[in-house]
């Protein structure tokens, strides 16, 4: 059985995009991928000191379309980033290539060393093994640190060079070929490597890979692709060129190129380029930040409905930044916000001390509040700080938050007696709402549905309840009842069949007096 064909967007359909964000960081951690009889399955290296195993049966479900059934041996079983992960690999697997494989290309260097060393006398070394740093690409545009020892710089000489790796080693008993230069620069990459990766990736960052690789660059013995290692050497500057631009899937992406073209860029504390054709490497100008520029090269790639919220973001906080053409101008919600707050209670099997409330295993009630602000359609809890929802059409919105006033609202809980109640407050039975608010105790409910409540309302609150809250508080116009006498000077009223009172005459002589 052959796998039906598939798309990022139905792995997107699948597990949604918080998930698939998950997801990338685990494509280089994953190993033993193949499929067959129409299951894909692979190891995934994730945060267990054993690899989680995951398999996908893949098939087409009544209507036709392809649906999956994923498993994982990780605690979330089914649904998680590791099967999320194994689709997208699959996916850059199936893909055709766009250009030769290093590992093809490796092994036609090597089968040509083998048999040009097998026509000729071995020669003895001349010079002392060295280990040498390779700027390697990797995808889509990163730079990673590989290692090989050579006997020399040149590019015959690191061709027939050896790839080493074992760095962690080196740390603690170094090999002769490891001097006291290099035990500068080795412990700064090790502290940069990917944990999470099957097999040590290292990559430059920040302060400490602008360090690196001035250092690495000082040495002399910095190289370029580690498949076909080019030397390389100081370069002047060149200008930074910042632009969008849109990928094979109609994604669009930020991208930091050179005038003139180079092989690849680099942002650390400054922006570097490396140009494997000329063997040149060196810093780029630019008017923009390197901070600034690196946070726009860590976004994720941008759909249609993602360009709105961006563009917008960048033309208030960064209009010198590049423009990113919105598809479509961003509503904004520009409406002062409303405060509702809800009321309600849930079973309790066992509560933990709280404020006045004594705690035990017994059964009650426990009451409580949760807070939200409307601001036209759109509902946001105070916790969440974002300022871009998504109405139920999907169109990308942007609300202009009134924070102060949110605030202003907190305090006025606050000082009413409203306090956070924690999660694990309640020990079995319904769970608490997230952010739930409570009174000191349960005798101070009828106090602020009589008083408090009232003042909320009159100050623009709305309040919701279920109509049986047991603290609901009626407001009475009027009392309609019956009465009757009940011997020895007992009169008896009330509202059958629940309410009933009894009054007593006080003396013989005295009279039923009514209003």
Known sequence: MTLPDFTESDVLRWFGAATLQKARP???????????????????????????RVEIECGLDTA???????????PVGRHCKHAAATLLAWLAQVKPPEKLNPEVLNWVEAFRRAEATSARPKKPPVKPEQLFYCLTPQAPWGLRVQFIKARGGHREQLANGDEWLNVERALTNPPSFVNDEDMTILPLLWSMRDKHAYLPSLTLKGDKGETALQRMLASGRLCYDAANPVP?????????????????????????????????TLCLRQLWYVDGESGEIGVLDSPHSASQIARL????????????????????????????????????????????LTLDSLDAFGMRPYRDYPGGYRTSLFDFATLAFRYAEFSVAPNDKSEFATS?????????????REAACLKQLEQIGFKPVPSRTISYGSKLPSHALGLASEAQWPIFMAGDRLALQNDGWVLHMPADFRHHVLEVDAWEAEFAERGNDWLAFGSPPRARAFLRRPDASSRWRAR
Do not use: M, N
């Open 64 to 74: 036709g379309d392809v649906a999956i059934e994923p498993y994982c041996t990780c």
């Open 297 to 340: 090269l860590d976004l994720p790639p941008l759909s249609a409905l993602d360009v709105p919220v961006v563009a917008t973001a960048l033309a208030e906080l960064a209009p010198a930044l590049p423009r990113l053409d919105a598809v479509a101008e961003l509503r904004c919600i520009d409406a002062p916000p409303v405060p509702h």
């Open 232 to 264: 390389l050497r100081a370069g002047d500057p060149r200008a930074a060129l910042l632009h969008w631009q849109t990928d094979a899937q109609q994604h669009i992406r930020a991208h930091l190129g050179a005038e003139p073209p180079a092989t690849r």
């Open 392 to 404: 139920k059409q999907g169109e990308a919105v942007r609300i202009k938050r009134d924070f102060k």
């Open 26 to 52: 685990y494509l280089h951690s994953i190993t033993r991928l193949e499929a067959s009889h129409g299951v894909i399955r692979s190891y995934v290296l994730g945060t267990a000191p054993k690899p989680y």
